[in-house]
């Protein structure tokens, strides 16, 4: 039909206009493939969590989660936020006055150097609680 040299000139052409579309989807592949950044679990977060706790399912899950990431607490530049939400879990609802009181002796074991401030914060709380009923 034609000659080899005419089918030669056609494959060029069409990898000459391919290659345009193979590098941008290359492109595309490596810049849209980049990993997703996780938010580190801060102790602000984990003050708005325990607010945000209405349910008592929630409660007991923003409980938990606070008591395996911040029982014992090092970070003095956080600390006020971490008091903070130690009021928070005590004025809940969800817990009796002897639960409050065990939670604080729990805290306050594991945390020697605070546990004057714990136990004056649980302590606040407690009797604003009981002001309240």
């Given at each position: 039909m034609y000659s080899y040299f005419f089918?030669?000139?056609?494959?060029?052409?069409?990898?000459?206009?391919?290659?345009?579309v193979l590098i941008v989807g290359v492109l595309y592949i490596f810049m849209s493939n980049k990993p997703v950044k996780k938010e580190e679990f801060t102790i602000e977060i984990m003050l708005s969590i325990i607010k945000g706790a209405k349910t008592k399912q929630a409660f007991e899950a923003a409980l938990t989660q606070f008591k395996s990431k911040y029982k014992v607490f090092d970070d003095d530049k956080h600390f006020d936020t971490w008091?903070?939400?130690?009021?928070?879990?005590?004025h809940s609802t969800n817990w009796d006055t002897d639960a409050v009181a065990k939670f604080g002796q729990e805290l306050e074991d594991a945390n020697t150097a605070h546990a004057k401030k714990i136990s004056i914060a649980i302590a606040t709380?407690?009797?604003t609680k009981d002001q309240k009923k």
């Open positions: 089918y030669l000139i056609l494959w060029a052409i069409c990898f000459i206009m391919v290659l345009p008091i903070n939400c130690i009021k928070e879990l005590a709380v407690l009797k």
